[in-house]
Each structure stands twice: as structure tokens, then as C-alpha cells.
């Protein structure tokens, strides 16, 4: 959405490497931040999630940061493989929810 | 188990021709959404409502209506469909608005000609 700017909008990475996407936004309302991945073909689906309430979240080889003060939050992934790749979208939610434009990731084997 | 279902999954049509997308959630939600997902635009909301019989516009809501007559439907109508409306439709569903994971359908395709 035009509230949320994320980047970049593709990412190759090695198998076994980090890859990290990151969004900016600009409601301080803004209260829940969650990631989805979208494989193709599919809907897509929640992966991990933050509210603002916390800075740092992690699960497994999945992790997000958030800076309420400079309004960025941050998906990390780890030891990537080759199921990671797929396009994952960013999304603010207060009043309503708006989406990042997505950040295509490619795994190379 | 809990889902969002949505029908057709495929659509071809001709322009002017009214067309309806069925969707459909199982888990008592009270929020619902039509997103459309153009390449390099990522998903922009169409319409939400957050409860029966309370729709309100999102960012998109030019050429489309839809209906929450039940808390488990919301249709998406496209009264006189535009080559320009061309695109992947996905159907979403949350408890309730803003701070909750969103489910999604399995998407709508359609192709207006």
C-alpha cells in the first residue's frame, strides 16, 4: 500500500545464506506488523508477526525487528533454502491494513 | 477445517458482461477484505467490511460492490466488468480489524476481454 515502502523487490541469495527485507511506514497508530509469504499459485500466508510492544521476535530461522521510533520493521531469514523461495509482503495494521509491495526472494541451490 | 474458500478460481469474460466472485469463511470471522494483486503493485485493497451489513471502501473500489447479508459470505460484484479490472483477486478474513493475522483465499484469476 502507499503507506508502507519495502525493500528490496528482488533478492537472490546462496543456499545457506541471510536474507533480509525491510519495510518503512508512516501511521504511528499502527500497532501490528505481520509478514506473509506467498508461494506461487497460492494465497498468502502469515509467517510471522510483531506488535508494538516488542522489538525483536524470533522462530527457528525466522526473525522480525521493529524500530517504532524510526517506523521501519525488519524480516530476517537465516540459513536460507530453497523452500524460502517465494514473494513475502510486509503489512501495517491499525485502523486498516495496508501491504508493502513485496519482495520477491529467490534461493539459489 | 478452518478456511477461506472462493469460486470461480478461473474467469475468462467479455467487457460489460456482470460477473460475481464468491467467498466464503468457516472460522466465524468478523472481518473480511477483497484485495487485487497486480504485478509490482503488491495486493491493494478493493473493499472490507467489518462486521454484517457494514462495507466501507479501500484503495481501489472504483468498478466493484459488494455485499455481507451473512457474517460467512462476502461477494464481490463486478456490475460491468473493464479490461482494466483484469487481474489475481484474493478474499481475506480476520477476528476482527487490524491487529490479527489475516487468512487468505486461494485467489480468484480473471480475465476481462
Known amino acids: 500500500g502507499e503507506n508502507v515502502e519495502q525493500h528490496p523487490s528482488t533478492l537472490s541469495v546462496q543456499e545457506g545464506d541471510s536474507a533480509v527485507i525491510k519495510c518503512t511506514y508512516s501511521?504511528?497508530?499502527?500497532?501490528?506488523f505481520p509478514w506473509y509469504k506467498q508461494e506461487l499459485g497460492k494465497g498468502p500466508q502469515l509467517i510471522i508477526d510483531?506488535?508494538?510492544?516488542?522489538g525483536e521476535k524470533k522462530d527457528q530461522r525466522i526473525a522480525v525487528t521493529l524500530n517504532k521510533t524510526a517506523k521501519h520493521f525488519s524480516l530476517h531469514i537465516t540459513e536460507t533454502q530453497p523452500e524460502d523461495s517465494a514473494v513475502y509482503f510486509c503489512?501495517?495494521?491499525?485502523?486498516?491494513?495496508?501491504f508493502g509491495t513485496g519482495t520477491s526472494l529467490t534461493v539459489i541451490p | 477445517e478452518a478456511q477461506v474458500t472462493q469460486n470461480p478460481r478461473y474467469l475468462i469474460t467479455v467487457t460489460g458482461k456482470k460477473l460475481t466472485v464468491t467467498c466464503s469463511q468457516n472460522m466465524n470471522h468478523e472481518y473480511m477484505s477483497w484485495y487485487r494483486q497486480d504485478p509490482g503493485l503488491g495486493l491493494r485493497q478493493i473493499y472490507y467490511?467489518?462486521?454484517?451489513?457494514?462495507?466501507d471502501k479501500g484503495d481501489v473500489p472504483e468498478g466493484y460492490k459488494v455485499s455481507r447479508k451473512e457474517k460467512r459470505n462476502f461477494p464481490l460484484i463486478l456490475e460491468s466488468p473493464s479490461p482494466n479490472q483484469t487481474s489475481l483477486y484474493f478474499c481475506a478474513s480476520s477476528p476482527r480489524q487490524g491487529y490479527y493475522e489475516q487468512y487468505f483465499g486461494p485467489g480468484t484469476r480473471l480475465t476481462v476481454t
Open positions: 510483531i506488535r508494538s510492544n516488542v
Open positions: 467490511s467489518m462486521n454484517v451489513e457494514a462495507t
Open positions: 503489512q501495517e495494521a491499525g485502523n486498516q491494513f495496508y
Open positions: 501511521d504511528s497508530a499502527s500497532n501490528y
